[in-house]
T-cell receptor, first 111, second 114 residues
Framework: DAEITQSPRHKITETGRQVTLACHQT?????MFWYRQDLGHGLRLIHY???????NKGEVSDGYSVSRSNTEDLPLTLESAASSQTSVYFC??????????FGPGTRLTVL | DQQVKQNSPSLSVQEGRISILNCDYT??????FLWYKKYPAEGPTFLIS?????DKNEDGRFTVFLNKSAKHLSLHIVPSQPGDSAVYFC?????????????FGAGTRLFVKA
């Protein structure tokens, strides 16, 4: 069955370190998204991609970057982790304008 | 500025009764609306959607109503079951703009008491 996976599921890191969160989907979807979920804010869009070599900034993109070298993967990199980036991160994919399929999430703690 | 607002952080309902979750939006360009359900430690899952050309969409126990003039939509769950206890996110997108971005509300936590 097609799926979308995220790794690691839990990560603890220190302020200033570079961190990369992986997202892999086997739906063969062109669209992929990264969100962060924080209490009182719901899901906020960090970056998104509509296809290979395409990346776009979302509403909370500062301090984050993504790259899309193939259809299946959209890794999210925190260049220099900050305590404000402690959050739960969700990756999602979709085809066209249909609903999005979400991964299980990565809980990131920055100490 | 939140374009999609869910003003009730939580809602408690008795099993068998109706649950009504509300959502307001401000951007008149939104033309497609979705509800997602999220259990703890899992990703959100799609529940039901509605296009702006409709005012109602039904799927089993779930019905979404859209009032475009009021920029308001609601999700009705009848009858409510304990397994419906979860966080519900309202979301909106603009298909007319040609993009596939979706804006999410802050979520409403539903408790269904047995």
């Amino acid at each position: 069955d097609a799926e979308i996976t995220q790794s690691p599921r839990h990560k603890i890191t220190e302020t200033g370190r570079q961190v990369t969160l992986a997202c892999h989907q086997t739906w063969n979807h062109n669209n992929m998204f990264w969100y962060r979920q924080d209490l009182g804010h719901g899901l906020r869009l960090i970056h998104y991609s509509y296809g290979v070599q395409d990346t776009n900034k979302g509403e909370v993109s500062d301090g984050y970057s993504v790259s899309r070298s193939n259809t299946e993967d959209l890794p999210l990199t925190l260049e220099s982790a900050a305590s404000s980036q402690t959050s739960v991160y969700f990756c999602a994919s979709s085809e066209g304008d249909s609903e999005q399929f979400f991964g299980p999430g990565t809980r990131l703690t920055v100490l | 500025d939140q374009q999609v607002k869910q003003n009730s952080p939580s809602l408690s309902v008795q099993e068998g009764r109706i649950s009504i979750l509300n959502c307001d939006y401000t951007n008149s360009m939104f033309d497609y609306f979705l509800w997602y359900k999220k259990y703890p430690a899992e990703g959100p899952t799609f529940l039901i959607s509605i296009s702006s050309i409709k005012d109602k969409n039904e799927d089993g126990r779930f019905t979404v109503f859209l009032n475009k003039s009021a920029k308001h939509l609601s999700l009705h769950i009848v009858p409510s079951q304990p397994g419906d206890s979860a966080v519900y996110f309202c979301a909106a997108s603009s298909r007319r703009s040609g993009g596939f971005k979706t804006i999410f509300g802050a979520g409403t936590r539903l408790f269904v008491k047995a």
